[in-house]
Structure formats: C-alpha cells, structure tokens
C-alpha cells in the first residue's frame, strides 16, 4: 500500500494505533462487490456493513442500486421516489464511532439527493428527503457489532427496522433485535436467542429460522414515515 493510497484509507494515525480504524479502499471495495454484482443491482436486497466506517462499502451499492432505479423509473417521479426509498432502506451499518455515523448517514443522503434533484429540480420533494434521512437515522447505527449493544447514552442491544412495502406505496416497519438476526443454523434445540420456538422445522424437515419482534408499526405511505413514526421511536 502505497502513502498516497494510505492517507486515504486512515482518518488519523492515532484512530489506527488506538482503534485499528482502516478504511478500506476503492478498488478493493468494487473488487468485492462485484462477487455479488446481481446483488449490488436488486434494489430490495439488504446488505449490513458490521463495521460500517464513513459508508466505503455502502456508497457504491447505494449507487449501484440507485443507477438500476434511475434507468428504471426516472420517467415517473413517484416510481422513482418509491424505488429510491427502497434502496436506502436496504442498507444497514453498525460502527462504534459517532462521527462515522454521522458522516455515513450524511454521505448517503447526498448520493440520493444529488441524483433526486438533478432529476426533478424543484418538483424535487421535501417530505421525500425528510423520509429518507429519517430512515438513514434508524438504519446507521452507533453501535458495537461485537456487544450488540449502542453506544450513546445508556447501551441497549442494537435494533434495525425492516423496511417492507405490502401494497403500492404503503410501507410496513418492523424492528427487530440484532441478536435476533444472527441465526446460523447450528442449535436448533435452543430455548431462547436465534430461534422463535426449540427445534422449529419446516415441512420439508429443513431448520427455519424466524426472528421475534421487537415491535410492529401500521402500514404508512413511504413519503409520511416521519410523520407517523417519528413520535415513537
């Protein structure tokens, strides 16, 4: 690794002795991405980044994604917004430094707001904006993907909201616990943790794996989430 490429790749000296922090760098970060490229391309695909940094894995599948949207639905702005919404709400990201956080979350929302308006200009909507950064706020966390718990204030264990839209714009959240996500098929017998009931099977004698809920919301328009759920959560 050369300086030039280094110095990119670091915040500061001190953040890598004390902290390990490396960002990881362009060229490996497409390298990897384009493993899974189909996936980078399905708008409703979810991706969580454990480590997330300044978003150097996010960014591009955000624009991967958003460049599927674009060719697909530019000609109808509400298509577009929908879609565009959906791909934000497929990204996750989890980092223990509330100034990554914060410069993830904003990096983001340029990417979708640069593209946004220079679609529509000043038919470009605010309710839209708003509803995207309030799903960057829940979906980019400050937290420790080791402890699973938050960082600010007093810790609680990590929740992510699931995104799903049930029937033309209306969209449904449903939080969950991290914990609960981390299902990896090898105890089966557990009592409480990964699995919703001990030994849950399907038909076919294949292990399910079926999260509980932290908490359900009502579907809601996409361009309302603030409204409706602002007050609580």
């Known amino acids: 690794m050369d300086s030039e490429t280094s110095d990119k790749q670091i915040v500061s000296r001190q ?3 004390d902290r390990g922090e490396v ?34 894995f996010l960014a591009p599948i955000l624009e ?4 599927i949207v674009e060719e697909r639905y530019r000609k109808s702005q509400i298509e577009f917004e929908r879609y565009a919404f959906m791909a934000v709400a497929s990204l996750y990201g989890v980092d223990k ?11 983001l929302f340029g990417i979708f707001d640069t593209l946004y308006t ?7 909507k ?13 979906n980019i966390v400050w937290g420790d993907a080791l402890s699973l718990m938050t960082v600010a204030g007093h810790p609680r264990p990590i929740a992510f909201a699931q995104w799903a839209f ?19 098929g090898s105890s089966a017998q557990q009592t409480d943790g990964l699995f919703a009931k001990p030994g849950l099977v399907s038909d076919s004698g294949q292990k399910v794996f079926l999260p509980r809920m932290l908490r ?3 579907p809601v328009h996409f361009l309302k989430v603030v409204d409706v759920h602002d007050h609580r959560s």
């Not at 309710?127 to 829940?138: E, G, I, M, N, T």
């Open 118 to 124: 220079s679609l529509y200009r000043s038919k470009a």
């Open 23 to 56: 960002l990881t760098g362009e060229r490996e970060v497409n390298a990897m991405l384009d493993l899974v490229l189909r996936e980078t391309q399905r708008i409703e695909s979810r991706f969580l980044e454990p480590a997330c940094g300044t978003g150097n």
């Open 166 to 184: 049930v029937r033309g714009n209306l969209v449904k959240r449903t939080d969950y616990e991290y914990q609960e996500l981390l299902a990896d």
């Open 216 to 218: 359900a919301y009502p």
């Open 126 to 138: 605010q309710p839209c904006r708003d509803a995207v950064r309030y799903v960057l706020d829940r």
């Open 15 to 17: 953040r890598v002795i």
């Open 64 to 67: 991967r994604k958003l460049n």
């Open 97 to 107: 430094q509330e100034d990554n956080v914060l410069a993830c979350r904003q990096r």
